[in-house]
């Protein structure tokens, strides 16, 4: 299995663009999840979904930041307008069974904007 | 307040020596307790898993102890390898199932040097 699938691996935008990041989750995996990470805060859930579903976006931390699963194999997180405090690396992980079990990263995307 | 901080910040050790990092938690209900690494530029892998009733688990050259009624958990590395130069991430879950959290440390960054 190659793992979770994320691209860009980079991202450089300018401040006020739309920016969509990209997740492939492990086959046969159910739980899908998004995260971020900066220096300051470390490691944040923003969403999470099972079975294609949101269960909790309360990490989501303003209507700048949407994220969907239109199916078992892909999910997309944008952020629209983008401002440079949204500057971190985004992480998708996925799991089998449950928010509490092992899960698998991603290798993340680095978002810069500028 | 449901927190994990994790000792030292930082730690530089010369190869071939061996090390400990740190994990106090005050999460409940506690479910488990695992150790991520985090190369740099990568998403973290999970190095151990540990539930209520393990005190001890080993993975290779990495040992990771658990006492629950201190709540404390440590990861030993044994016979240090310049490979081994990375953040090392203590999160614990809280509660169970479906509707568990997961609660992260900041990290500890641990450079090796020749």
């Known amino acids: 299995d190659a793992g979770v699938i994320q691209s860009p691996r980079h991202e450089v935008t300018e401040m006020g663009q739309e920016v969509t990041l990209r997740c492939k989750p492990i086959?046969?995996?159910?739980?899908l999840f998004w995260y971020r990470q900066t220096m300051m805060r470390g490691l944040e859930l923003l969403i999470y979904?099972?079975?294609?579903?949101?269960?909790?976006d309360s990490g989501m931390p303003e209507d700048r930041f949407s994220a969907k699963m239109p199916n078992a194999s892909f999910s997309t997180l944008k952020i629209q307008p983008s401002e440079p405090r949204d500057s971190a690396v985004y992480f998708c992980a996925s799991s089998l069974g449950g928010r509490s079990y092992g899960y698998t990263f991603g290798s993340g995307t680095r978002l810069t904007v500028v | 307040k449901n927190q994990v901080e994790q000792s030292p910040q930082s730690l530089i050790i010369l190869e071939g020596k061996n090390c400990t990092l740190q994990?106090?938690?005050?999460?409940?209900?506690?479910?488990?307790l695992r150790w991520y690494k985090q190369d740099t530029g990568r998403g973290p892998v999970s190095l151990t898993i540990m539930t209520f009733s393990e005190n001890t688990k080993s993975n290779g050259r990495y040992t990771a102890t658990l006492d629950a009624d201190t709540k404390q958990s440590s990861l030993h590395i044994t016979a240090s390898q310049l490979s081994d130069s990375a953040s090392y991430i203590c999160v614990v879950s809280q509660g169970s199932g479906n509707t568990g959290k997961l609660i992260f440390g900041q990290g500890t960054t641990l450079q090796v040097k020749p």
């Open positions: 994990c106090n938690y005050t999460v409940s209900p506690f479910s488990n």
């Open positions: 979904f099972n079975n294609n579903v949101p269960i909790d």
């Open positions: 086959s046969g995996h159910d739980y």
